[in-house]
């Protein structure tokens, strides 16, 4: 029977920290998974008879295969200079099987009722390993995202990514040798760089699938998992439920964001009728419970709560998101918390704008008179971002400001700058939606 929906997912951290922990290897149990995943499709193919536990077929080929090189390998370095030795016996056990450390290793771990997925991105998030590769690690081993991916994410070139996740490997194996989950106490001081993992997971995905075509290409879905399983590991930490909220709020407005025929929509064009009432409910009590910290999930999680609650785009309380974006700021400086709040800023000088002033001004020709000093201050910042920041935050500068030419009434400026960001942009429905404010019909 093939692999059904969702049935990979569950199977591969369970398959991959198994067989790390009997090689003693995290390049290891990726590579031997990956073979023995391959195994299956084709004993599938074949017609072979019906596998009941994917991951304990797929464990028990990975460790045959394991033993087998290990045993030749083994032969051959201890025959190498040894060729004269008619005594020497080329079958004999290399002394690598870790069927013991595997067993108690699991046993340990099982009785604690550690999430597979935890246990690997606590392995991946080691202080032996730089801060900058353990998200690498974590990302690529754990959460499943590729190399293009990740460096999209951090804002650096793929070999970049690609050198970080081999340094990392190298560096694990050499500081910790064999692979061992750590104990609670480690774990806790690797939390932070855990939670923000599945965050980056969740970014990514929110960033660039919009409408997933199926369960197994649902990142979103899977990172609400592991936070499911972090909330149940740390029931009490502020900054996981504050997590899990901003991915249950993110998730439940995302059935809205695009229109029936694959077009991504603005913000004030979604209809909020079509959010997850359920999600957004158990959303907003996560944000409620994460209020209580001041950590930087607590405060995003108070911002996706702000525009949950909103019943409407234009009672959104933008004055107050601002704020928020400041304190995150404070605590998280990045070049997209920064776009952030220069787009919340923007929003609410325009929402104050629109109180006292119906309309904006414009001449004969459909262009504005002037903009509020203020916007004008916004655009600069922008601009300078749009410049300077990373790829992904440059990208958002330059969305954010075609959007505020577009709601000062500059629509030729906007529909230039938005059939240049067409040509650029891989995501296709935020693709249909520049080409549609550009007056272009998608092909």
Not at 88 to 99: I, M
Not at 285 to 296: H, I, K, L, V, Y
Not at 409 to 416: P, T
Request: net charge negative; aromatic share 4%.
């Amino acid at each position: 029977m093939p692999l059904g929906t969702g049935e990979f997912e569950e199977a591969w951290p369970r398959i991959v920290r198994a067989l790390a922990s009997f090689t003693g290897s995290l390049d290891d149990a990726e590579e031997y998974a990956a073979e023995a995943v391959a195994r299956a499709a084709a004993h599938d193919r074949a017609g072979g008879a019906g596998i009941e536990s994917y991951a304990a077929w797929c464990t028990s080929v990975a460790k045959r295969a394991w033993l087998d090189d290990a045993r030749r390998r083994a032969v051959e370095r201890r025959l190498a200079p040894e060729l004269a030795r008619p005594e020497a016996d080329p079958v004999s056990n290399p002394g690598t099987d870790r069927t013991a450390m595997d067993a108690d290793d699991l046993s340990v771990h099982v009785r604690e009722g550690l999430d597979d997925r935890l246990a690997l991105l606590f392995v991946a998030c080691d202080e032996a390993i730089s801060p900058a590769s353990r998200m690498v690690l974590a990302l690529r081993v754990v959460c499943g995202l590729t190399v293009p991916e990740i460096a999209g994410h951090l804002g650096i070139q793929e070999t970049a990514a690609a050198a970080r996740l081999t340094r990392a490997k190298r560096a694990l194996s050499e500081a910790r040798g064999a692979f061992h989950v750590p104990e609670a106490a480690e774990r806790e001081r690797r939390l932070p760089v855990v939670i923000a993992c599945v965050s980056a997971m969740f970014t990514v995905a929110h960033r660039t699938v919009l409408d997933p075509a199926d369960a197994l290409a649902d990142t979103g879905r899977q990172a609400l998992s592991i936070a499911d399983a972090l909330v149940a590991a740390y029931p009490d930490d502020t900054e996981v439920h504050g997590l899990r909220a901003v991915i249950r709020l993110g998730l439940a407005r995302r059935p809205a964001r695009v229109a029936a025929d694959g077009t991504g929509l603005a913000l004030d064009e979604v209809d909020r009728r079509r959010w997850d009432v359920g999600l957004l409910a158990a959303g907003l009590d996560d944000a409620t419970f994460a209020a209580a910290g001041e950590g930087r999930f607590a405060i995003e999680a108070a911002i996706a709560g702000l525009h949950s609650s909103a019943r409407t785009f234009e009672l959104t309380d933008w004055t107050r998101i601002v704020r928020l974006y400041g304190a995150l700021e404070q605590r998280w400086p990045s070049p997209s918390v920064r776009v952030a709040r220069l787009v919340a800023t923007a929003q609410a000088l325009l929402a104050a704008t629109t109180s006292t002033t119906p309309t904006t001004p414009t001449t004969s020709t459909g262009q504005p008179t002037q903009i509020p000093d203020a916007l004008a201050e916004v655009e600069r910042e922008l601009t300078s971002l749009e410049t300077g920041a990373p790829a992904y935050a440059s990208r958002d500068a330059s969305l954010a400001l075609a959007d505020l030419e577009w709601r000062t009434g500059r629509r030729e400026h906007a529909a230039a700058r938005y059939r240049d960001l067409a040509e650029v942009v891989a995501v296709e429905p935020l693709r249909r939606f520049c080409l549609r404010r550009a007056g272009l019909t998608p092909p």
